[in-house]
């Protein structure tokens, strides 16, 4: 099965000397895309000049992670997706597990490798690590990564399993399916987009997979920084979005409601300890949300048009009592 490696930059000149040569060395017998989200350094030229057999695709702006991808899909003739960031360091046959997983099974629609952390390779990265879930209140965690406890890789997570949602950083998908899903919301921009996604293929009958068997080593942060209060911005409103649009249960505005609560305490705190960039982050992307509440209540509407399948339980109801209560900070102790 040929895959379609679609590596989205912008102004990433430094990370595509340090990351492409890996990609062009391990997947000799794909087909690689550099989708360049309108950058102003020698991102193009450089990979003309040094990889032309790297395809091309122009922006006419940066649309963000979800409208670079989308533009950047409609381009690209395989039917298999491998939507890579540009700080991604791959490994020897990291495809072939993958492949061979979607030709197995034709109600995978998305999948994941494991991720581990460039910095440190003996650990899972932040960004994904072995597999994501989600709690009850819509609270992104993974096998390897809960909140800020980062996990040491020990061969502990070598099933392949079926997940909630596939990191974006290297983020595997059927193009038939992500279209007929709807494809990226570009609302979001940047940040959960792939979550959302995620949610609205398993409402859709499909099935979200960890490939043990195939490693790559992320960087993170590579194009927006951890610690960036766009990036607190983005996360709070784009999880409040993923509710909106993709909790169908009889308790979704209870469960909206509670969110917004934890917002707050989040909010508060990070205001008590100085980070009032992050503070006013939170109420920015809170006053986006009700902004936006009408057109996510019509997206709500679309999901359940092709909706068919009564969600699963989620293992656990708040991965924040877990964590900051219980004390248990790795996958294995919440679960």
Not at 78 to 94: G, H, K, Q, S
Not at 141 to 152: A, D, L, P
Not at 184 to 189: G, L, Q, R
Request: charged share 20%; with cysteine.
């Amino acid at each position: 099965m040929k895959i379609g490696i679609v590596i989205l930059n912008w102004n990433g000149l430094a990370l595509l000397k340090r990351y492409l040569p890996s990609v062009v060395k391990h997947s000799s017998e794909h087909a690689i895309y550099m989708a360049d989200n309108a950058s102003t350094d020698e991102s193009i030229s450089w990979i003309q000049e040094h990889f032309p057999s790297v395809h091309i695709i122009t922006m006419d702006k940066n649309r963000g992670y979800a409208g670079g991808y989308n533009v950047a899909i409609k381009e690209v003739k395989e039917e298999l997706l491998c939507l890579l960031n540009n700080d991604i360091e791959v490994t020897a046959n990291w495809l072939q597990p993958i492949a061979t997983l979607f030709e197995s099974d034709a109600q995978i629609a998305a999948a994941q490798p494991l991720l581990l952390d460039d910095k440190k390779r003996t650990h899972f990265e932040y960004a994904g690590a072995a597999g994501g879930y989600l709690d009850r209140l819509a609270y992104p965690y993974c096998r390897g990564r809960v909140f800020n406890s980062i996990e040491e890789n020990t061969g502990q997570y070598k099933d392949s399993v079926d997940l909630d949602w596939a990191s974006g950083a290297a983020f595997f998908v059927n193009k038939k399916a992500f279209t007929h899903v709807g494809a990226f919301d570009e609302t979001y921009f940047a940040h959960q987009e792939e979550i959302d996604v995620c949610w609205r293929l398993r409402h859709a009958g499909y099935k979200i997979a960890a490939v043990s068997s195939s490693t790559v080593y992320h960087l993170g942060g590579g194009t927006l920084e951890t610690l960036n209060p766009r990036k607190t911005y983005y996360n709070f409103r784009n999880s409040l979005f993923n509710i909106v649009k993709n909790d169908h249960s009889n308790t979704w505005l209870w469960i909206l409601f509670l969110r917004m609560i934890l917002d707050g305490v989040a909010a508060l705190q990070l205001l008590l300890t100085g980070k009032l960039s992050h503070f006013m982050a939170i109420l920015k992307a809170h006053g986006s949300f009700y902004l936006g509440l009408n057109n996510i209540l019509k997206k709500r509407k679309e999901v359940c048009h092709f909706s068919k399948v009564i969600e699963d339980k989620p293992m656990i109801y708040s991965i924040v009592y877990q964590y900051f209560v219980k004390k248990r900070k790795s996958f294995q102790d919440v679960n």
